[in-house]
């Protein structure tokens, strides 16, 4: 037996010698434009599916056969470089150092948010705002509302019976939808016009943030009239192994117990591999946050307890010709409301509700590089969602439950959403690429309070190009075709980029856009009716439509490894028609609908300044915005009253690195000025305005980020500095005061601390 053995292993050593005679190694380093080294680049040998990234320090190694082969170096502008290297057998190979076309900055500042191609904020037609994954780390946050509620532009009104955040944004109204929120691309469904979604995507899955001012109609289609908010998520770089734990405790107001359901608690663990250009992950989060009693006695809270469960699965492959991957998130939320009760009654019984959310949302994408000059980007998903009241009464002496028996007490909804977009990118020159486009989606959904079982199908096609006519001057025009089975859809939506380099550190941006947003299904098909509503659909309703005019000047002061500075200012007008709200039916105050209401502006300019110095970053925001007063154009019940409401906002982020301690201390801060509107209101029996005002109100948190070390951060800090709970609003009319009340806004103070552990393995 021995005697069989041994030849066979020298046959095999052989063979793996002569294997290895027939295979060389290339290695060498990747540089910016401005001579820093540049991470996370992919190398790849053209023809072979051979894949490599660069380290931290913009090194890379990789095997190669034998011969003359093509060395391709392309940094996440998908801009290539091309090197013909001799590969010799059994020896390496280092070649000098590749020089990028981007400077390091612009590679950090990469975006991709309506464009054909990645691109920088420098180069980008649109007015993008970022948030990097850096800034994400350093705020210490636990769900999207952390992160965008010091934004410039974007204010949350937040209901605590639900804890659903609303978005408003460049002063558009927040009963419309004119916001889109996007997850790598994919619109996110709802129920409604709320945003329940956006408290449904794990903050800990994300990579960073693009904001684009202004409608995105014709790429993104519905909602996309104020503008979108594209969250992307992290898909990672290079071979390994990496598995990532992060536990964080955080108070409500004063309220916290670790083990008593007091206060907010986040768990979080996921596991990555990746190789070749093959990609699998998995992740889990719970958050449990046990509710704030405020003002409340008893069992009763003012803002509910929730406990939700948010689950991720990803697995893809990429090389230099294609980009295929596929993710399911899903969501399983329950929040509780605790009814009170009569303790003087011998047998108290209290009335609960829980509210349970599942949302199973499925993703699929794919970009495929068919030659130099086209390319193809297909996207796909399924939500299926659904929302349940389960409500019950609790014997408090005993403790006894039995299901209530109420009308609309146990009712459920269940909405399902099927997504597909196609793009084609083609260059016919250098200075000509056209992107024509497809899209459909159907919305379904049936319950107890929606009206049988409807279906809405929507179909888009849209064609979008970007001309440069020169050196200096780029404009994108495209349109947009709608047809909808339901509702009265616009039949063409046009829009106009253009972006003018006057030198090298000045650009200008004007742009016009016609935007729409379509009636949701709610909206048409909702029915419910109880002792305190009478609310119906409506099916004639048309999709509110905008014309929008957008501007911006750019100007970096100074640019070098550094030290950076710039600054931006930007104003927009928008006309908003056909506005949707919930109205009273002519002749019947008790019922109400959802009517086409007339017409709404909003008018507004804003200043960014940001400062990147050594170890420091900074930026501060100023911006001045006037919403429309509705009744300014009927003067027997305005008077005199302005034309538009006005209120100021003012904004700074500012984080500093002290690198002996391997510590970032950071502060964030937003003033929010005083909200004006006015509503018509019955007074003796006559029409008259009546003015209400939203106090002005500040927000500030702090934070803490150490590197214990290789594996391990801790972070700390505290929320809502200034201790604000409720926004006080003032009723006015010509004859004084009238009433008062207090919006909720957050529950005080609150103090959190966090530990993360990263491990990885090539």
């Given amino acids: 037996m021995k005697r069989l053995i041994l030849p066979f292993l020298l046959f095999m050593s052989a063979l793996v010698v002569r294997a290895q005679e027939k295979v060389g190694v290339i290695s060498g380093k990747v540089n910016t434009a401005d001579g820093l080294p540049a991470a996370n680049v992919m190398v790849f040998l053209k023809g072979l599916n051979r894949i490599v990234y660069t380290t931290e320090n913009g090194a890379f190694r990789i095997s190669s056969p034998s011969g003359s082969q093509v060395l391709v170096v392309q940094s996440n502008t998908k801009k290539q470089i091309e090197i013909l290297v001799t590969v010799i057998a059994g020896k390496e190979q280092e070649i000098p150092f590749v020089l990028l076309g981007e400077k390091s900055y612009e590679l950090n500042e990469v975006v991709i948010t309506g464009l054909y191609e990645p691109q920088s904020i420098r180069n980008s037609v649109y007015n993008i705002r970022t948030i990097s994954s850096q800034m994400i780390k350093l705020r210490g946050a636990t769900d999207l509302k952390n992160i965008l509620s010091t934004e410039l532009g974007i204010r949350f009104s937040t209901d605590p019976m639900t804890g659903i955040s609303n978005p408003k944004f460049m002063g558009l109204n927040s009963s419309s939808s004119g916001i889109k929120i996007l997850l790598d691309g994919v619109p996110m469904m709802d129920r409604g016009v709320d945003k329940e979604s956006l408290g449904q995507i794990d903050i800990n899955t994300v990579e960073r943030i693009e904001i684009v001012e202004g409608p995105m109609s014709v790429i993104y289609g519905t909602d996309a009239m104020a503008g979108v908010i594209n969250i992307i998520t992290k898909r990672g770089n290079g071979d390994h192994l990496s598995v990532t734990a992060r536990v964080q405790e955080e108070t409500a107001g004063k309220e916290y117990d670790a083990f008593d359901n007091k206060g907010i608690h986040n768990e979080y663990l996921s596991l990555n591999w990746q190789k070749n250009g093959w990609q699998v992950g998995a992740s889990g989060t719970r958050n449990n946050f046990g509710g704030w009693r405020g003002n409340k006695t008893g069992r009763a809270q003012e803002w509910l307890p929730k406990d939700q469960w948010l689950t991720a699965a990803t697995t893809g492959y990429k090389n230099s010709k294609m980009d295929l991957w596929y993710r399911f998130n899903g969501t399983d939320e329950t929040l509780t409301l605790r009814g009170d009760y009569d303790p003087t009654l011998a047998a108290p019984v209290a009335a609960d509700k829980q509210y349970l959310s599942k949302r199973w949302f499925h993703q699929v994408q794919g970009s495929f590089f068919l030659n130099d000059d086209l390319s193809l980007d297909m996207a796909g998903s399924f939500t299926d969602y659904s929302r349940r009241t ?373």
């Fill in 390 to 762: 389960l409500s019950t009464n609790k014997e408090i002496n005993t403790g006894k439950e039995t299901l209530s028996l109420e009308p609309g007490s146990q009712d459920k909804d269940i909405m399902k959403s099927t997504f597909f977009r196609s793009t084609l990118q083609y260059k016919l020159s250098p200075e000509v690429t056209l992107q024509p486009g497809i899209e459909f989606n159907r919305s379904t959904g049936k319950g107890d309070r929606i009206a049988g079982e409807p279906a809405i199908n929507d179909y888009a096609f849209f064609l979008s190009s970007q001309l440069q006519l020169t050196d200096a001057i780029q404009i994108k025009p495209g349109f947009r075709m709608v047809k909808n089975s339901v509702y009265d859809a616009p039949p063409f939506i046009p829009s106009l980029h253009t972006k003018v380099r006057l030198n090298e550190d000045l650009d200008f941006r004007l742009s016009y856009a016609r935007g729409f947003r379509a009636p949701v299904l709610r909206e048409l098909y909702f029915y419910f009716r109880d002792a305190n509503h009478d609310i119906a659909g409506n099916l004639n309703l048309k999709a509110e439509h905008s014309n929008s005019f957008n501007t911006s000047l750019s100007w970096t002061l100074k640019n070098s490894p550094e030290l950076r500075l710039n600054t931006v200012l930007s104003g927009f007008f928008n006309d908003y028609r056909n506005r949707i709200v919930l109205g009273t039916v002519e002749g019947n105050d008790r019922l109400n609908t959802y009517l086409n209401f007339d017409k709404s502006r909003t008018l507004g300019g804003e200043w960014t300044g940001v400062l990147s110095w050594k170890n420091l970053q900074a930026n501060l925001g100023l911006s001045y915005i006037g919403q429309y007063n509705e009744l300014s154009d009927q003067k027997e019940i305005s008077g005199s009253n302005p034309k538009y409401v006005w209120s100021p906002e003012v904004s700074t982020n500012i984080s500093y690195l002290i690198p002996k301690l391997e510590t970032s201390v950071s502060f964030f801060y937003k003033f929010t000025g005083k909200q004006s509107a006015y509503t018509s209101s019955t007074v003796d029996g006559k029409q008259v305005a009546r003015l209400s005002e939203m106090s002005a109100f500040h927000m500030s948190d702090m934070s803490l980020n150490k590197i214990v070390n290789k594996y391990l951060t801790i972070n700390g800090g505290v929320r809502n500095l200034f201790n604000v709970t409720r926004v006080r609003t003032v009723g006015l009319e010509s004859g004084g005061h009238v009433g008062d009340g207090n919006n909720p806004f957050g529950f005080g103070r609150s103090y959190f601390l966090g530990l993360t552990m990263h491990w990885s393995k090539k």
